[in-house]
């Protein structure tokens, strides 16, 4: 009997067990599913991203012309590399978009939507009359960016400064940008800032902060002194383009000298045609390219008036010669 009663309260307690459990592991993942839900991330609408890529794109065009900011005024350039003038300036930037504009500003004006100066946004177009067609990119704030004229620079100014408000003319739309917000003062510093670094670095020169297009093509002038030697050498300075006539290798005790009378070139030529840094110093076993020796040497227009003053001053100092009767035979 107390077997049979130790028994039944043992399944009694299974009984209570068995639904405890089941309430436990509900509770477990009723409370995953909560700590799930509270770390998903609420998606933008639709239209706050078709906002934010319009943004984005307009900051890219601003960003871009911004970079061009103290490029020099050039009348008819269109690329960082030659300058602009204002029309070229803007075709340029928005055809690193895919948007390609007329060249001119008169035909600029002819395209896009018209735009009421209240209503202007970052990235529209904006256009003077100054007895000349002038067109500019509007950033905001009643400002607008541009190359303005011969002398000058591409800067950003102000649509109310002095005499540009009454030469205003009329602005257009040529990319969708609604909802576009206005351009802060510290962006536009920093692309500025950032694109002269990199012009800088990429040219390695100091003409670079003058030019600050990305892709700029910029070669060092040629130094004074180099442009002094070539004159001084005159036609000299051409034997790096003659053919080789062979070649010799040094043996031990061979001057340049010695080796110029052997091929009966001059020991210059050696030096320019094989560009040796010391003419003084050949080494056994070295190997030089003779130059083509030349049928007639090549003198200097220097040397040539030299030798021709020369020999006018010594036909004056040389006595004139008597010239000779013909002599007449006597007929026997």
Same mark, same amino acid.
């Given at each position: 009997?107390?077997?049979?009663?130790?028994?039944?309260?043992?399944?009694?307690?299974?009984?209570?067990?068995?639904?405890?459990?089941?309430?436990?592991?509900?509770?477990?993942?009723?409370?995953?599913?909560a700590?799930?839900?509270?770390?998903?991330?609420?998606?933008?609408?639709?239209?706050?991203?078709r906002?934010?890529?319009?943004?984005?794109?307009?900051?890219?065009?601003?960003?871009?012309?911004?970079?061009?900011?103290?490029?020099?005024?050039?009348?008819?350039?269109s690329t960082?590399?030659?300058?602009?003038?204002?029309?070229?300036?803007?075709?340029?930037?928005?055809?690193?978009?895919?948007?390609?504009?007329?060249?001119?500003?008169?035909?600029?004006?002819?395209?896009?939507?018209?735009?009421?100066?209240?209503?202007?946004?970052?990235?529209?177009?904006?256009?003077?009359?100054?007895?000349?067609?002038?067109?500019?990119?509007?950033?905001?704030?009643?400002?607008?960016?541009?190359?303005?004229?011969?002398?000058?620079?591409?800067?950003?100014?102000?649509?109310?400064?002095?005499?540009?408000s009454?030469?205003?003319?009329?602005?257009?739309?040529?990319?969708?940008?609604?909802?576009?917000?206005?351009?802060?003062?510290?962006?536009?510093?920093?692309?500025?800032?950032?694109?002269?670094?990199?012009?800088?670095?990429?040219?390695?020169?100091?003409t670079?902060?003058?030019?600050?297009?990305?892709?700029?093509?910029?070669?060092?002038?040629?130094?004074?002194?180099?442009?002094? /030697?070539?004159?001084? =050498?005159?036609?000299?300075?051409?034997?790096?383009? $003659? &053919? #080789? !006539?062979?070649?010799?290798?040094? @043996?031990?005790?061979d001057?340049?000298?010695?080796?110029?009378?052997?091929y009966?070139?001059?020991?210059?030529?050696?030096?320019?045609?094989?560009?040796?840094?010391?003419?003084?110093?050949?080494?056994?076993?070295?190997?030089?390219?003779?130059?083509?020796?030349?049928k007639?040497? /090549?003198v200097?227009? =220097?040397?040539?008036?030299?030798?021709?003053?020369? $020999? &006018? #001053? !010594?036909?004056?100092?040389?006595? @004139?010669?008597?010239a000779?009767?013909?002599t007449?035979?006597?007929?026997?």
């Amino acid at each position: 009997m107390q077997a049979f009663s130790s028994s039944r309260s043992s399944f009694n307690s299974r009984k209570f067990i068995l639904p405890a459990l089941i309430l436990f592991a509900f509770f477990l993942s009723g409370c995953q599913t909560a700590r799930h839900a509270s770390r998903s991330r609420i998606l933008p609408s639709p239209e706050a991203f078709r906002s934010q890529q319009t943004q984005n794109r307009v900051n890219g065009i601003l960003k871009t012309a911004f970079s061009q900011v103290g490029n020099r005024y050039r009348y008819g350039g269109s690329t960082p590399e030659t300058g602009f003038d204002c029309s070229g300036f803007v075709s340029w930037v928005y055809k690193q978009y895919g948007v390609n504009l007329p060249r001119s500003s008169r035909d600029m004006l002819g395209v896009g939507t018209p735009v009421e100066r209240a209503e202007l946004r970052p990235g529209d177009l904006v256009f003077f009359n100054y007895g000349y067609s002038h067109v500019g990119i509007y950033t905001g704030d009643n400002k607008y960016i541009h190359s303005p004229s011969s002398g000058k620079l591409v800067q950003e100014s102000n649509l109310n400064g002095r005499g540009r408000s009454n030469h205003y003319v009329a602005a257009r739309r040529i990319i969708d940008n609604a909802g576009v917000t206005n351009i802060s003062e510290r962006l536009k510093t920093e692309w500025i800032q950032a694109s002269r670094h990199q012009t800088a670095l990429a040219l390695n020169d100091r003409t670079a902060q003058r030019h600050t297009g990305a892709n700029a093509a910029y070669q060092a002038p040629t130094p004074k002194k180099s442009r002094t /030697a070539a004159r001084k =050498k005159g036609a000299t300075t051409t034997v790096a383009a $003659k &053919k #080789s !006539a062979g070649t010799h290798k040094v @043996a031990s005790g061979d001057t340049l000298v010695d080796v110029a009378r052997r091929y009966g070139v001059s020991a210059s030529d050696i030096v320019a045609f094989n560009r040796l840094p010391n003419a003084n110093k050949i080494k056994p076993g070295q190997t030089l390219q003779i130059p083509t020796p030349n049928k007639k040497a /090549a003198v200097s227009p =220097k040397k040539k008036a030299s030798v021709a003053s020369k $020999k &006018k #001053s !010594a036909a004056r100092k040389a006595p @004139a010669k008597r010239a000779k009767a013909p002599t007449t035979r006597k007929k026997s």
